[in-house]
């Protein structure tokens, strides 16, 4: 089963930044499109940004022009680039992803045709 994993959260002033990583493990799989979403107490759940399979990314209006989403297939993580926090980014940051397993050859079996 694939496990995602985040990583870099913490503590910081206003207007610093972060770094959030959101790795894969496992093998056999690709990611193809991905999202960062985020829970602060007592609020829904909210999406921040997402990235397509073809790198096309969205975000929230309240942190467009401060986050970057962005991927790296070759190594199957997901990152959130955080600028310039604010105190109501305060929440815990989840990572969701679509993965698809990886198309594997056959041996292959010979077809003859003759008379």
């Known amino acids: 089963q694939v496990q995602l994993v985040e990583s870099g959260g913490g503590l910081v002033q206003p207007g610093g930044s972060l770094r959030l990583s959101c790795a894969a493990s496992?093998?056999?799989?690709?990611?193809?499109?991905a999202a960062w979403f985020r829970q602060a107490p007592g609020k829904e759940r909210e999406l921040v940004a997402s990235?397509?399979?073809?790198?096309?990314?969205n975000y929230a209006d309240s942190v467009k022009g401060r986050f970057t989403i962005s991927k790296d297939s070759a190594k199957n993580t997901v990152y959130l680039q955080m600028n310039s926090l604010k105190p109501e980014d305060t929440a815990v940051y989840y990572c969701?992803?679509?993965?698809?397993?990886?198309?594997?050859w056959g041996q292959g079996t010979q077809v003859t045709v003759s008379s």
């Open positions: 990235i397509t399979s073809g790198g096309t990314t």
């Open positions: 496992g093998s056999g799989f690709s990611i193809r499109s």
């Open positions: 969701n992803a679509l993965i698809v397993m990886n198309a594997y």
